[in-house]
C-alpha cells in the first residue's frame, strides 16, 4: 500500500485535481503537500520570503479538504534557485520517506501530451519513488474545465511488462499490496524477422503470461492476457482477453511497443498504466525507462511508473 504520498502542486487547475484523486490511491494515511518555489532567471535580486509565505497560504485550503478527508497532512514550500526543481522534489521525497509522488500531467491532446513538462519529465527520469501521472478529461477547452479522470483509477489496471525483474516491477507491486482486483497483463513482441518467429514468440508470451495470471489469481486477484506484435502490419493477439485487433494507428511513429500498449490501453478502457521504470527486454537497444517514458508522455490515461528493486 501507499501510505505516505507526496503531491506537487504549482496551484493550477491540473494541480487542484490531484486534491481529488487522493481518496483513489488504496492505502494512504499521510499526505506531504509540496509546493517548489523557482527564481526568475531574470530577476537580479529576488527575496522569496513573501512568496514562500504566499505559498503556504494557498495550500490551505487544499491541506483542508484532505484533513477533511481523515488524513495527516504536512505543508511544505521550498526553493530552487541553484538546482532544477524535480531535484527539489525528489530531495523532499527522499527525507519524508513517501512511498509515492503523485503530479498531474498538463496535456490534453495527443499532442500537447508530448510536452509532460520539463518537472514531471525530471522526476520521471530522476527520481527514486513510485510515481503516479495523473491525466484528466478536459470538459470544456476555452474555459479550461477539466473532469476527473482518476475515477476508481485502479479498477482495470493495465500492465505491460517484458519479463524482465524490471519490467515485472509494476505487476509485483500489483500482488503485494493488492492495489486492484482486475489487472491486463500485456506483453508486445517486438522481435522476429519472419512469420514463424513471430507466431513462435507469441506463443512463448502466451504461456509466460497465464503463468503470470494464475499465480496472481491465488492472490485473488483476476487478470486476462494479451500477447501483441509490435509489427505495424500484424493485427494478431493471442490470449485470454480475446482476439484484439491491433492495427495501425497515427501514434506508430513513436514506436511498435509504445504505440501497442497506448492502442490496447484505448481499447481495453484501462484506467490505469502500470509499468516498470528501468532494464532492457523489448528490444536490445530499447529500455524500458525509455517505454515508460514515452508512454506517460504520449498516453491518454494516468500512469503509475513503479521503480524496479536494484
Known amino acids: 500500500m501507499y501510505e505516505k504520498i507526496l503531491i506537487a502542486t504549482d496551484f493550477s487547475k491540473h494541480a487542484e485535481k490531484l486534491i481529488e484523486c487522493v481518496g483513489e490511491i488504496p492505502g494512504v494515511k499521510e499526505v506531504v503537500l509540496l509546493h517548489v518555489l523557482e527564481k526568475d532567471p531574470l530577476a537580479r535580486v529576488w527575496s522569496p520570503g513573501d512568496e514562500l509565505k504566499q ?11 484532505l484533513e477533511d478527508a481523515n488524513l495527516l497532512v504536512k505543508v511544505r514550500a521550498e526553493i530552487a534557485e541553484e538546482t532544477p526543481e524535480y531535484a527539489v522534489i525528489r530531495h523532499v521525497a527522499r527525507e519524508e520517506n513517501v512511498s509515492l509522488v503523485v503530479m498531474g500531467a498538463r496535456g490534453r491532446s495527443m499532442w500537447q501530451g508530448l510536452l509532460l513538462g520539463s518537472v514531471s519529465s525530471g ?23 477539466l473532469g476527473k479522470f482518476c475515477s476508481r483509477i485502479f479498477e482495470r489496471v ?47 508470451a502466451h504461456k509466460k503470461l497465464e503463468e503470470m495470471k494464475a499465480d496472481l489469481a491465488a492472490a485473488g486477484i483476476s487478470a486476462r492476457t494479451f500477447a501483441v506484435s509490435a509489427a ?60 515508460a517514458s514515452d508512454v506517460a508522455r504520449m498516453g491518454q490515461r494516468p500512469v503509475l511508473v513503479v521503480r524496479s528493486k536494484k
Open 158 to 204: 493495465l500492465a505491460p511488462t517484458d519479463f524482465s525483474p524490471a519490467g515485472n516491477a509494476a505487476i509485483q507491486k500489483i500482488k503485494e499490496a493488492k492495489l486492484t482486483n482486475n489487472v491486463l497483463l500485456l506483453n508486445v513482441v517486438a522481435k522476429g524477422e519472419k512469420q514463424s518467429q513471430l507466431d513462435a514468440s507469441l506463443e512463448s
Open 55 to 65: 505559498a503556504k497560504d494557498q495550500m490551505e485550503a487544499p491541506k483542508k479538504v
Open 232 to 291: 505495424a502490419e500484424e493485427p494478431r493477439t493471442y490470449g485470454s482477453g480475446g482476439m484484439v485487433k491491433v492495427g495501425p494507428s497515427h501514434m506508430a511513429a513513436v514506436g511498435g511497443v509504445v504505440d501497442k500498449i497506448l492502442t490496447v490501453a484505448e481499447i481495453e478502457e484501462a484506467s490505469l498504466i502500470a509499468l516498470g521504470s528501468h532494464g532492457k527486454g523489448w528490444l536490445d537497444e530499447v529500455s524500458i525507462g525509455s517505454v
Open 123 to 145: 522526476v520521471l527520469r530522476y527520481g527514486g519513488k513510485d510515481l503516479l501521472i495523473m491525466r484528466y478529461k478536459t470538459l470544456d477547452e476555452e474555459k479550461e474545465e
